[in-house]
């Protein structure tokens, strides 16, 4: 079913130079001479080509990126089922050789720039970073790390975490992080399930201006993690290293040449968690080809990036967007590491950094987006900006206020790529696209490879109109396996249980009539009020707008009679009061931009929005408790920034189910 809507203008065009200049243009007219893609038609003839074509897609990236199969692959999908498809069976190869390949070349050039909140740019030249990795990897070695072992690191967004990551790829073990700021049942709720043989750990990290010291923490990992073999000490506060652990600087001093395991393509890589707000985390295991083909593809044909490239992703090792940053080294990009505060001195803080780094892809949270927006934070007009080329954004949908602002205070000439995927499969299924054009709103398209389709409850694809976010086809970077998951059930229900043989994602998306996406929210916390269903997303776009309101969240929930009562809970701003005036405009607002059904049933004032440690606000886990569920059922404890916040929803539920008793 289709509904036809006409064409909005868009805020963003590439000129022709910028099209023909793109990565993605020159791949399209290479596989076009040699694997018989369409030669006409731009993206959206190469996009259907690449999904409808799936295996040659796949071979002509590899080829075309030059991807070393150290024993070649027999065929490039051996089977295609989901879940469980083999992706090139026969084949070896390594992530880290990949990644730093490209030390040859450009030997003194900057691999990695890191920042702190000093606002010192520390280089690591390629060179550098091999050597680092190379001797890491033989002391790996040395204590007794083999293939399939497990290395953890607990560990801010610093330079050492890198080179801990690609020398444990080189390896052949398997990587894992948490950032320094969760504690330590939350550490323990994630490494515990795949018992890690190293862990490599900081005595405390640097934050909004203060130290905050993690030795003590760090000693309770020790006592509970009982398969270390060894702790390394990274001593960022300066630190003595602690009895019975190594030092970082003596297992980096060598100058070995990198080793680098040839593992099958789907040799696990490293092991990535969902926000796990009930029951432990998933532990999501990806493969070393799949990403390394995933985000080949993502890094270089979809975010436009190369060697002349700096590459700034606000984010922290906990995480699956500080792999994906990570990965801009296999295109030759210059990595920017920033550990710190997004907001600290102030909250333009991360232009400061895009400016001193000479970023020019910089990545950022639509959240931060809008409380620049809300601080009246003027980018362009205070930082150089001038190198950044896109300003791309995820974590949450951009609202369209967020577009027309990165749009007039950044640069009339900025590429906005408001991207979404997920930790599930460490990529993205919608987003950049260099050579079309940006709608307010919307993500530009899906992504090379990916048949993502909007579907209705019946399972059939709808264009123009609500649905689930669904892939019919197998992607590399899918999980190979969740941890301690023997027979693949939980794997099996988190993605295919709805729709069997197709991954579902959890998300509402409408697909445009011409081809970009608008993602609507969470379709397991969706809110159906007689009849129709509406998207959480929309709703926060509309509230937050108004000045006084700092954050929401909303609520549906069917209740016992068959009513249905749909709160939307406010944080305000400072000095901002909930009176009789604040909630009319709420309501007006609300009614004037969606429609009189989204008007909530009462708005109430929280002292704060409950988010997983990831910053994702906390839907389900919520209306568990209105519900009634006890807190202990409703919720993981340790996988929320603040417990307290959801004891407030907690005793509201138990008050109203006094009142209606």
């Not at 436009?304 to 995480?319: K, N």
């Not at 998306?509 to 129709?532: A, E, K, M, P, Y």
């Not at 909630?583 to 909530?600: A, F, N, Y």
Request: charged letters at 20%.
């Amino acid at each position: 079913m289709t509904t036809e809507h006409p064409q909005p203008e868009p805020l963003w065009q590439p000129d022709q130079e910028r099209v023909d200049a793109a990565a993605v243009t020159r791949f399209q007219d290479w596989a076009a001479a040699h694997h018989g893609a369409p030669a006409e038609g731009g993206y959206p003839a190469l996009h259907r080509w690449s999904t409808e074509q799936l295996e040659t897609f796949w071979a002509a990236l590899a080829e075309w990126a030059g991807i070393r199969f150290t024993t070649p692959y027999e065929r490039v999908l051996g089977d295609r089922t989901m879940p469980g498809a083999q992706w090139f069976p026969g084949a070896t190869l390594n992530y880290a050789e990949h990644a730093l390949r490209h030390a040859a070349d450009r030997p003194e050039a900057p691999a990695l720039l890191y920042v702190d909140e000093t606002q010192e740019v520390t280089p690591i030249p390629w060179a550098e970073l091999r050597r680092q990795v190379g001797s890491l990897a033989a002391r790996l070695r040395a204590l007794g790390v083999r293939p399939g072992d497990r290395v953890s690191g607990y560990l801010p967004n610093i330079p050492e975490a890198v080179t801990a990551l690609l020398a444990t790829a080189a390896v052949g073990a398997v990587w894992t992080s948490c950032a320094p700021d969760f504690g330590a049942r939350s550490v323990l709720d994630r490494f515990q399930q795949v018992e890690p043989v190293v862990l490599f750990t900081v005595d405390g990290y640097r934050y909004g201006g203060k130290e905050h010291d993690r030795r003590d923490t760090v000693a309770e990992l020790r006592r509970e993690l009982p398969t270390l073999r060894a702790v390394v000490h990274i001593p960022l506060l300066g630190t003595a290293t602690p009895d019975g652990a190594l030092d970082w600087s003596a297992l980096t001093a060598g100058d070995d040449a990198p080793v680098f395991e040839q593992v099958p393509f789907d040799h696990p890589l490293w092991v990535l968690y969902s926000s796990g707000t009930t029951g432990l985390p998933k532990a999501i295991v990806q493969s070393q080809g799949g990403i390394l083909l995933e985000h080949v593809k993502q890094l270089a044909l979809h975010c436009d990036l190369g060697p002349e490239d700096r590459f700034f992703w606000y984010t922290s090792t906990g995480w699956m967007m500080w792999n994906f940053l990570v990965s801009g080294l296999l295109t030759g990009t210059t990595v920017v590491l920033y550990d710190g505060s997004p907001g600290y001195p102030d909250t333009g803080a991360q232009w400061r950094v895009a400016e001193l780094t000479g970023a020019t892809l910089y990545g950022t949270s639509a959240a931060y987006v809008m409380a620049c927006r809300k601080a009246d934070v003027h980018p362009a007009r205070d930082f150089d900006l001038s190198r950044i080329a896109c300003v791309a954004t995820t974590g949450s949908p951009l609202p369209p206020d967020g577009f027309q602002w990165l749009h007039d205070e950044v640069a009339d000439d900025l590429w906005i790529a408001s991207v979404s995927g997920g930790t599930d499969v460490c990529s993205c299924f919608a987003g950049a696209v260099p050579t079309l054009p940006v709608h307010i709103g919307e993500l530009q398209a899906a992504c090379l490879g990916t048949d993502l389709q909007a579907w209705d409850p019946e399972g059939k694809p709808v264009t123009g109109e609500v649905g689930e976010l669904v892939v019919t086809n197998p992607m590399p970077s899918m999980p190979i396996r969740f941890w301690n998951d023997p027979d693949g059930s939980r794997y099996h229900d988190s993605y295919f249980d709805m729709y069997p043989g197709v991954w579902r994602h959890g998300d509402w998306i409408t697909i445009t009539d011409h081809g970009s996406v608008v993602i609507h929210g969470r379709s397991d916390s969706t809110l159906n009020r007689q009849g129709v269903r509406m998207g959480s997303a929309d709703i926060y776009e509309a509230v937050e707008r108004l000045p006084e309101i700092a954050e929401s969240l909303v609520i549906g929930l069917e209740e016992p009679g068959g009513g249905y009562w749909m709160p939307l809970f406010v944080h305000l701003a400072d000095g901002a009061t909930l009176d009789d005036d604040l909630i009319g405009r709420i309501k007006q607002t609300i009614r004037t931009e969606l429609s009189p059904r989204h008007v909530p049933d009462e708005i109430i004032q929280v002292p704060g929005i409950p988010h997983t440690l990831t910053g994702k606000r906390i839907e389900v886990p919520v209306k568990r408790l209105l519900q009634g569920a006890d807190l202990a059922k409703a919720v993981n404890p340790g996988s929320v920034d603040n417990l307290d916040l959801l004891r407030f929803y907690e005793d509201l539920a138990r008050k109203r189910a006094q009142r209606t008793a």
